[in-house]
């Protein structure tokens, strides 16, 4: 019978059907907790904020520049929901903006009808863009949007996600981009009125006065983009925290990690609000065992590092292997010294323990 780490339930309180990853999985993670070890009511619980974190925080710009990708892949084509932005492109003819997100370090510009606006001469000028790597792509990308978009401007009830604009310009455009089922419109503006915008297109696209213009191939190298963080210092802190007591029932066992002395900070982990940052020590020093560690560990790579030191059990949490958080698990120990660790060597698809490090 199962026996939840984070709720302290077992059957028929909660369930266990799904098994949850030590390292989370949108990292690259691949070991996951014995089935038993995480109910599927935590699970569900646990993986939206953690999507929220990955997207939104930090973490973001490693992620995107780095990978992985959605549940570890390093195939752009498996991308499902990925953060768009407003990327810009600065060239000799001048600037333009575009939608499109990022995946691998690559920059990648969705199908979309840009609206370049001059307003002096009450005039636009309309042109389709899209990231396409061959010529005969490019030309069944256009058939394929243009038919997307006439069914967009002509349906009064159309959902679109408005993207946060992060640059000030003086230049008067709207996109409209679709990806994967789903519509996304950027502007110099604050809002727009997509009424209006598709009583000027609509004609066009059913006319195909535009049939000659084929989608325009973005050089990935040129394109420029910003991060915004919404996220709170504490939500940013659940992720380190949380992977740390993972690490600890998957190194220590279930048993172990379901201790009283660590109801603490399994309570903090629930609830994350701002208590869980006391969990975190801002200021500390690596010892040469750990450092010893660290150094065999590949570039990139995530790990952590568990622990004891006289009456504490501290966990070393480093993403993509820059300077680790350090969690204090508990303060309540009494038991044998020990160090343990978990590698996640993403990359290449391999994670390890501490004995597994190579040398």
Known sequence: MGYCIYYKKSEPDVHFTKREHVIPAGLGGISKL??????????????????????????????NNVGPGKRGSLNVKKVKAPTMRVMKKED????????????????YIISQ???????????????????????????????DFRKNLIG?????????????????????????????GKWFAATSHKIINMDYLALILLPALKEEQLKDNEPVLEPKAFLKY??????????????????????????????????????????????????????IVNEYNINNELKDIAIRIPEKAHFVIITSRFNSVIAYVSFYKERPALVKLTDNYEGEVFTEAIVCDWKNRNEFTLDEIPN
Request: one cysteine or more; proline letters at 2%.
């Open 34 to 63: 014995p089935l038993g070890y995480v109910s599927d009511e935590a699970n569900e619980y646990f993986s939206p904020l953690e999507m929220e974190i990955l997207r939104d925080s930090l973490l973001a710009v490693n992620r």
């Open 152 to 180: 967009f401007f002509s349906n009064t009830n159309r959902k679109f996600k408005l993207i946060d604009m992060p640059y000030t310009t003086d230049s008067h455009f709207i996109n409209v981009g679709y990806f994967k």
């Open 92 to 107: 000799s003819s001048g600037e333009n903006y575009n939608i499109g997100f990022v995946f691998v370090g690559e920059s």
């Open 226 to 279: 910003t991060y915004k963080f919404d996220i709170n210092t504490s939500l940013f802190f659940f992720i380190y925290v949380k992977t740390a007591f993972n690490a600890l029932a998957f190194l220590k066992g279930s048993d172990f990690a379901s201790k009283e002395m660590f109801d603490n900070i399994r309570k903090s982990i629930l609830i994350h609000d701002n208590s869980i940052s006391d969990f």
């Open 113 to 143: 009808i840009a609206v370049d606006f001059n307003d002096k001469e009450n005039s636009c000028i309309p042109s389709y863009r899209s990231t396409v790597f061959d010529i005969q792509q490019g030309k069944q990308t256009l058939l």
